[in-house]
C-alpha cells in the first residue's frame, strides 16, 4: 500500500481488509510494521516500545527516527539515556544507517543524557526542567516532527524521589503531545509488567512489545502491538529480523494474494509427467510440491526439472537443505541428470544449508536475497520438512506461506520437495503446506513380493485436467524411465508382480489363439467333408437320373413302335370306329406311362 | 584570558550571572547554578546558596548563575537534568546537588564541608 496516513485508510472502502482507523498515522519506516498497524504509528503521540535487553528496542527508536528523516522528511531527535551519540552512531552504522551524515545536514539531532546516582545529591525540591529545556532545544535545532526517548526509564535508577519522576514523566508526555511530536519511548521489561517502572500507564496510545527468545537453540524475535488506540491492529505475535538492512516485521497475511496468475506452462522436464499434467506441465508462477518417502525419488525429479529450467536458457536457484552442492551432483550423475555444465554457465545455482544453522526468519531472508540477486525462474527447496528442524511446526508453516506468497507475487514457479515420515499416511506432509501448494505430486514406494518399485501419481493439481492414474517409474544411467502400471484383473500391479502378470497375460492370450486355429480347421474341415457328400450325391443323382432317361427313352421308342404296329394292324383289317372308346383308354394309360 | 576579564567576557557571551569572590587569588571554590526562568523555586535556591556560600566560603568561591531558558545548549555540558542543579566545578571532584537547596545539612555534605 502506498498511502501513508489515516486520511487515506479512511476513503478506504469498508470491504477493505486493511486495518481502519480515524487517527492519523505516520510512517514508522519499519518494513511491515505499517502493515501491521494500518498505516504507522500514531503521529503526534508516543510509542512506548517495550521488551528485554537485547529485543532491538534501540534499534527499533533508531529507525524510526533514521527511516524518518532520510525518507519521510521528518527530522528527529534521538535523545539516549544509555549510550553516547559515538556509540549509538557505531552501533547502527552496520545497519546501513548513515547517522552522522544526517546529524550533519541538521536533520536529526542526538543529545545523550548521562545521569549518575552517585553524583547527585538531593537538597529540596527540583523537577526536570533541564530535560525539556534540552529537549526543547533539540527539537528546535532540527525542526523536529519525531523524537526517540531511549531509555527514559534510566532516570529512575539515576535520580532519587520517584514521585517527582512520575509527575515529571508525565508532564514530558503531555509536552511531547502538545507539540504534535511522534515519539517513541523505550522501556525495559519489567517482571509481571510490560516496563520496570510502569511507563505503559503513562503512553496510553500505543504500546508495542518486542520479544527475544530462544527455541531449541535458535533465536527468534517477535513484535506484538499489545495496544493501539483509536486503530484496528494486527494482534499476532509478528516474527522479525534484524540484518544489514535494519528490522523487518514479517506480517504473515499482510502479502496479498494479488500476483496475476499466468496461463503459460513450465516444462517439468519429464515428457510423460507433462503429459499427465495436461500434456504440458505446471503452470508458471505455482507452487508446487513433491512429497514422498525416503528414497522414493523426490530430489531426482527436482533436479530433473531444474536441469530442464537451465537448458531452457532460464535459471534456477537450488535450495538444498539436505545435500551439499556437490553431493547432489554427485548422485544425480548416477541416473544420467549432469548438472555440471548448468552450475558453471551460472544458470544454476544450489544454496546448501543446513536448516538449524540460523532461524527461521533468517532463512526467509536468505532466501529473499538469494531470490532477489539471482531472478530465478524456478526455485526449488529441497526439502521443505528439514525447516522444521529450524522451528516449531506454526513457524514453519507461517514462513512456507510467507515464501510462497513471496514466489507467488514475482511469478516464480516452485517445487517443494517435502519427506514423509514412514509411519503416517502418505497423502500428508509433515509441514502441512499440502493446502497451500497448486499441484501435489505423490511418490510411493509400494512393496511387494520382496521389492520396492516407485510409483508417481498427481493428487491435486489446481486448473488443469490431469492423470488420475499412477505410473510406475525407474531410475537407471539413462534416467528417468516411466511404465504404465498394470491395470487387469490382478489388481494394479507394478515392478516384478506387473511383469509376471503380464507374462501370464501373455501365456493366457496365446492358448486362446491355438484354440481358435484348432477350430478354424475343424471348421475347414467340416466344410470339405460336407462338401465331399455333396458332391457324392450330385454324382450319384446325375448317374440314376441318366439312367432313367435312358430308360424313358427305350420305353418312348417301345411305346412308338406298338403304336406303329398297331396302326398298321387296324389300317390292315379295316376294323370298326378305331378311334372311339378304346382309343381314350389307351391314351390315358399312355399319359400315365409317361 | 585575564583573571577578572574572564567572568565578564563570559557574561557578555554566555549572559551568566557571575559573583566575584571578594577576595582575588581565592576562588579555589567554582560553582554553578542551573535554573530555569526567574522563578520563586530559582530565586529560593539562589538565596539558600548564597547564605551557604558567605558563611561557609566567604571570599572564596566563585559562582555562577546559568539560566537554561536563555541558554539552553549549555544544559548538555554538565549534563543537566533536573532543576535547578548545583554544580560544583572545584575542587575536584565533580558533584552535583539538586533541590532548591532548603536543606543545608545535605547541601553542605553535598558540597563537602562538613566538618567544618
Known amino acids: 500500500m502506498a498511502n501513508s496516513s489515516g486520511r487515506s485508510s479512511q476513503r478506504r472502502s469498508r470491504s477493505d481488509p486493511q486495518p481502519r482507523c480515524s487517527i492519523e498515522k505516520a510512517w514508522s519506516g519499519i518494513r511491515g510494521l505499517d502493515e501491521i498497524t494500518g498505516g504507522g504509528l500514531p503521529r503526534g503521540r508516543p510509542t512506548l516500545v517495550c521488551g528485554g535487553p537485547g529485543c532491538g528496542k534501540t534499534l527499533f527508536a533508531m529507525e524510526f527516527l533514521v527511516r524518518g528523516a532520510a525518507e519521510h522528511r521528518e527530522p528527529g531527535v534521538f535523545m539516549s539515556f544509555e549510550e553516547t551519540e559515538a556509540e549509538l552512531a557505531a552501533n547502527v552504522a552496520s545497519l546501513g544507517f548513515q547517522v552522522e551524515r544526517l546529524v550533519a545536514q541538521k536533520r536529526i539531532a542526538i543529545d545523550y543524557v548521562r545521569v549518575e546516582r552517585a553524583e547527585i545529591l538531593e537538597t529540596g525540591e527540583f523537577n526536570l526542567e533541564g530535560l525539556f529545556v534540552r529537549l526543547q532545544h533539540a527539537v528546535e535545532s532540527v525542526g523536529a516532527r519525531r523524537v526517540v526517548l531511549d531509555t527514559v526509564e534510566s532516570l529512575f535508577a539515576g535520580l532519587p524521589s520517584p514521585e517527582v519522576l512520575r509527575s515529571e514523566l508525565r508532564r514530558l508526555f503531555r509536552w511531547l503531545k502538545d507539540r504534535n511530536l511522534t515519539t517513541v519511548i523505550t522501556g525495559e521489561k519489567g517482571e509481571g509488567s510490560l516496563t520496570r517502572y510502569g511507563l505503559e500507564e503513562y503512553v496510553s496510545d500505543c504500546v508495542l512489545f518486542l520479544d527475544h527468545r530462544i527455541i531449541d537453540q535458535i533465536s527468534t524475535r517477535r513484535l506484538r502491538v499489545v495496544k493501539y488506540r483509536g486503530s484496528t491492529h494486527g494482534t499476532n505475535e509478528y516474527p522479525f529480523l534484524i540484518d544489514e538492512g535494519g528490522i523487518s516485521v514479517l506480517p504473515i497475511t499482510s502479502l496479498a494474494l494479488e500476483g496475476a496468475a499466468s496461463s503459460e506452462r513450465v516444462s517439468t522436464g519429464l515428457p510423460r509427467l507433462d503429459e499427465m499434467l495436461g500434456g504440458k506441465g505446471f503452470y508458471r508462477g505455482t507452487t508446487n510440491l513433491v512429497s514422498g518417502t525416503a528414497g522414493s525419488g523426490k530430489t531426482s525429479i527436482a533436479t530433473a526439472m531444474a536441469l530442464d529450467v537451465c537448458r531452457e536458457g532460464k535459471r534456477c536457484l537450488y535450495f538444498a537443505f539436505e545435500e551439499s552442492a556437490s553431493q547432489i551432483q554427485r548422485n544425480m550423475r548416477s541416473i544420467g541428470i549432469d548438472l555440471e555444465p548448468c552450475l558453471r554457465a551460472g544458470s544454476l545455482r544450489i544454496s546448501s544449508l543446513r536448516p538449524s544453522v540460523f532461524g527461521l526468519e533468517m532463512h526467509l531472508v536468505a532466501m529473499h536475497r538469494a531470490v532477489e540477486a539471482f531472478e530465478p525462474e524456478l526455485v526449488v527447496v529441497d526439502p521443505v520438512s528439514n525447516l522444521m528442524n529450524a522451528g516449531t511446526l506454526l513457524d514453519t508453516r507461517s514462513l512456507l506461506t510467507r515464501l510462497i506468497d513471496y514466489l507467488k507475487v514475482r511469478g516464480i514457479t516452485t517445487l517443494f520437495t517435502s519427506l514423509t515420515p514412514g509411519g503416517n499416511s502418505l497423502e500428508e506432509t509433515e509441514v502441512g503446506v499440502s493446502s497451500l501448494v497448486d499441484t501435489w505430486l505423490l511418490l510411493e514406494v509400494v512393496r511387494s513380493g520382496g521389492e520396492r518399485n516407485r510409483l508417481l501419481s498427481i493428487i491435486k493439481s489446481r486448473g488443469m485436467r490431469h492423470s488420475n492414474q499412477a505410473v510406475e517409474f525407474r531410475l537407471s544411467d539413462r534416467g528417468f524411465g516411466f511404465l504404465d502400471t498394470y491395470l487387469g484383473q490382478g489388481g494394479v500391479l507394478s515392478g516384478s508382480a506387473r511383469v509376471t502378470q503380464e507374462a501370464e497375460d501373455r501365456a493366457a492370450s496365446a492358448a486362446l489363439d491355438q484354440e481358435l486355429v484348432r477350430r478354424e480347421a475343424l471348421r475347414d474341415s467340416h466344410r470339405r467333408a460336407f462338401e465331399a457328400r455333396l458332391s457324392a450325391l450330385r454324382d450319384e443323382f446325375e448317374a440314376k437320373d441318366a439312367e432313367l432317361v435312358m430308360e424313358m427313352e427305350e420305353v418312348r421308342g417301345e411305346r412308338d413302335r406298338t403304336t406303329r404296329a398297331r396302326t398298321e394292324m387296324a389300317r390292315s383289317r379295316q376294323a370298326f370306329g378305331a378311334s372311339q372308346a378304346p382309343a381314350g383308354k389307351r391314351t390315358r394309360r399312355k399319359e400315365d406311362g409317361a | ?116
Do not use: F
Open chain 2, 1 to 116: 584570558m585575564k583573571p577578572g576579564e574572564g567572568a565578564a567576557g563570559r557574561r557578555r557571551k554566555g549572559g551568566m550571572r557571575t559573583r566575584m569572590p571578594s577576595r582575588r587569588g581565592l576562588s579555589s571554590w567554582q560553582l554553578r547554578l542551573y535554573i530555569a526562568g526567574q522563578t520563586a523555586k530559582a530565586a529560593a535556591a539562589i538565596e539558600n546558596l548564597q547564605r551557604i556560600c558567605e558563611r561557609r566560603l566567604h571570599g572564596r568561591y566563585q559562582l555562577e548563575v546559568v539560566d537554561l531558558l536563555k541558554n539552553p545548549q549549555l544544559a548538555r555540558g554538565d549534563q543537566i537534568l533536573a532543576i535547578p542543579t548545583l554544580v560544583r566545578k572545584l575542587p575536584p571532584p565533580m558533584k552535583k546537588i539538586i533541590g532548591d537547596l532548603s536543606d543545608e545539612e545535605r547541601v553542605l555534605v553535598g558540597l563537602d564541608l562538613r566538618p567544618t
